[in-house]
């Protein structure tokens, strides 16, 4: 029989249990790479036999420092070019969604002129407005599957990340013997060189192996991901199309206002062109917006 003084509150049990996932999978998401790249380090110190064995304290020690390694890595891979090379040219170029997202942009951008219109098109983020389109259109499994292929692809390309990391672990050994020569107070390690350089080729063949295998499936991936996204913009295009003008218009005065400001052209003119792009915006009339916007930065920019 069922305690009525504990109400049985089924929606908010799910979104507990919502919450436990996402923290799981983020903890697993960040441990993951932490791991591989202690992997390399130890796989490294075994080939040149420094170490042959690795005791319960060291395991407690790599799996407590997993996370944090991995964040790093995964924030240096995000901060890098590696990032940019996997999403936009490597491993089957950009998405081709992206790509029409930015013919619609540059469409509905090009009635406001050449410069300002360039202006609107670089502050549009073509991946942010896709992911607002997708919350907005789609249901959770949907947009939970277009994640879960995303973090696939993001798993395997911080891999290949720490594996090209990993090339310069010997030559960080060999740099930290040499400083310890200069440096007194470092620790010193033992390390003969011509026994270093004889482990370079077992050790760079086998990061050549795990960046292959890692690397493979990445295309094949995101192409799964782009039919995908393709399908979602066909099943809500007259959805995106309206956004992407919403987008355009909303940019176009926000711009136009920091134009206003920094140019210091606040004429009562210029001033009531503004008030009435904010009165359209209010009132959902995209397409006037863009007039009065491209009205008033011919206003700012005339001498």
Same mark, same amino acid.
């Given at each position: ?17 919502? $919450? ?6 983020? =903890? &697993? ?13 130890? /796989? ?17 020690? &790599? ?34 969604? /992206?790509? =029409? ?9 090009? $009635? ?28 959770? $499994? ?21 594996? =090209? ?25 033992? &390390?003969? &060189? ?45 959805? /995106?199309?309206?956004?992407? /003008?919403?987008?355009?218009? =909303? ?53």
């Amino acid at each position: 029989m069922q305690n009525p003084e504990i109400p049985l509150n089924i929606d908010s049990i799910i979104e507990e249990m919502a $919450e436990m996932k996402t923290e799981v999978e983020q =903890l &697993l998401y960040y441990s993951i790479p932490g791991f591989f790249v202690e992997f390399l380090f130890l /796989l490294f110190l075994f080939i040149i036999g420094k170490i042959t064995f690795i005791t319960s304290t060291a395991v407690a020690i &790599l799996v407590a420092i997993a996370i944090p390694v991995g964040y790093i890595t995964y924030q240096a891979y995000a901060s890098l070019y590696f990032y940019e090379y996997v999403w936009r040219k490597g491993f089957s170029g950009e998405d081709s969604n /992206l790509k =029409l997202i930015g013919k619609m942009v540059d469409e509905k951008a090009s $009635e406001l002129g050449e410069e300002l219109s360039k202006k609107v098109r670089d502050s549009i983020s073509r991946i942010h407005l896709f992911n607002f389109f997708s919350f907005r259109s789609q249901n959770i $499994e949907t947009i939970e599957y277009s994640w879960r292929l995303v973090n696939l692809i993001n798993g395997r390309a911080v891999a290949v990340f720490s594996c =090209l990391f990993a090339f310069f672990i010997p030559w960080f050994f060999m740099g930290y013997s040499c400083a310890t020569s200069y440096i007194t107070t470092l620790p010193k390690i033992s &390390l003969v &060189l011509e026994e270093v350089l004889r482990a370079l080729i077992p050790y760079y063949a086998l990061l050549i192996v795990f960046v292959s295998i890692l690397a493979s499936r990445i295309s094949h991936i995101k192409q799964i991901l782009s039919r995908h996204n393709q399908g979602i913009i066909i099943s809500g295009i007259d959805i /995106l199309d309206e956004l992407v /003008l919403q987008y355009v218009a =909303l940019n176009a005065v926000l711009l136009v206002e920091n134009e206003l400001l920094s140019k210091k052209k606040e004429t009562p003119s210029n001033r009531k062109l503004l008030n009435e792009a904010y009165e359209e915006l209010k009132a959902k009339r995209w397409k006037e917006v863009v007039v009065k916007a491209k009205e008033l930065y011919q206003s700012i920019s005339a001498k």
